[in-house]
């Protein structure tokens, strides 16, 4: 175990070349004859009742359409979400996953504030609409010609699944944020509660960033010396090439994990929606 610590603390720097893992090319998916795949449906976007009203500091306004009743999101964590958005102004719709027909997976950590404010709370399951001043989406820049600057915008968001952590105990040292190299004693479970890949602390694993998406997603906030387990929905698992065999790409995972060591790595900046 020792010799695995310092390696992931002597080499750390090197696996910053790693980041590319993340940029992998995604082909469209296929049908089992080798056809494509068809495109999916347009899902209406939900229009029902306001459940709850809030109005934060800075103007955000929430509204809650449908409460969930499944795991409940924390700030800076990532979900799978339907959204929907439009200027407040004229409606125009600017981006929509709901006309797409599909979810999308991503961290709270990167979108703008009006989503890293408005978002945490609903659980998976249910679907809230955000008023959001410019201020707290693209200010005085816009984004691009369909959201000039100073634009209010409007978003309705389903939450369809989330990657949910659980503390079985708390660590006392370094903290796991954005891009890192971690050294692990774990267990994986593929969907069906299978253990498909398991390390002690004696033969630990050294993780690499962009080798599970959802993995980093998950340790997010982690110390060292800390335990936590890990639920992955298939959304962050994308099949990665290099990964081990035996872990099931592309399907929900569990991980129950112990943080053994740690070497931030300088963080990488960007937003969405």
Known sequence: ??????????????AATAVALQETTTNPPTSPTGEA???PKGIPVPNTPVVKTETLEGGLIIEDLKIGDGYEVKPGGAVVALYHGTRKSDGFVFDSAFDRGEPIGFSLNGVIAGWQKGVPGMKVGGVRRLTIPAVMGYGESGAGADIPPNTDLVFVIEITDAVEIVDTKEGTGEVASGSFVAVTAHTIKDKDGKEVEKHDAESPYIWIPGEMQGFQYGMEGMKVGGERTIKVPKEFNPAVPGSPASRPGGQAVSINVKLIALRNLQQQGGRRR
Do not use: E, R, S
Request: aromatic letters at 6%; proline letters at 6%; a positive charge.
């Open 1 to 14: 175990m020792k010799t695995a610590i310092a390696l992931v603390l002597a080499f750390a720097g090197l």
């Open 37 to 39: 795949a068809p495109a």
